[in-house]
């Protein structure tokens, strides 16, 4: 297999899903690290590789591929071995479900962006940007608690008893709220999901404080 180059950012939770999945299917990867706050990834060089300046992308033999949600799928397609995501189509969209809730539910509303937008250009101070994140992460939470502490198909894991998709997004998206000090005690079905994750080596390798570019 060519060298894969992972693109992205220590603490980001993009990136953090890519890592986990990569390790998850057991394919090595080389990373390219960029400093966000120096705004490395909006140089002219990476835009040739994303326009949007986003990370994370994945580089394989010039081709990138771009958004985390694109590239875990590509990786379950790249090799067999460990699937993400199952092979039946009702299985497969209640994985998917839980995945997209954090990806497309609570990320776009906190991501770093936005959380600068708010501070930066519309004159919100800190403790206000905090209630903005810990707001989105309480109701999104409190509707995953709900559906996987209720449906049978939840395992050790998200679904089932082998990790997969949906803990990909769900355990970096812990990290995030335990950044910013949300009261996750609400939350007991999430934080086991999170405690048997990351007791396993794929997710603690990928831990953001774990990278070669932890600050």
Known sequence: ?????????????ASYRVRIALNLKGIDYIQQ???????????EEFLTKNPQGLVPALEIDGTVITQ????IEY??????????????PLERARVQSIAYAIACEIHPLNNLRILQYLKNDLGHD???V????????????????KKLSSESETGVFCH?????????????????AQRFECDLSGFPTLMRIN???LNMEEFADAVPENQPDAL
Request: charged content about 25%.
């Open 195 to 197: 405690e048997a994750c």
């Open 126 to 128: 800190q403790a206000e």
């Open 1 to 13: 297999m060519s060298d894969l180059i992972l693109h992205g950012f220590w603490r980001s939770s």
């Open 75 to 88: 990786l379950d397609h790249l090799k067999e071995e460990n699937r993400l995501l199952p092979l039946d």
């Open 33 to 43: 690290n960029y400093l966000l706050g120096k705004k490395e990834h909006k140089s």
């Open 68 to 71: 985390s949600l694109t590239i």
């Open 130 to 145: 905090d209630t903005w994140y810990r707001h989105w992460v309480n109701e999104e939470f409190t509707a995953l608690e």
């Open 160 to 176: 089932g008893d082998a990790p997969g998709f949906a803990d990909t997004f769900l355990i970096p998206q812990i990290y995030n």
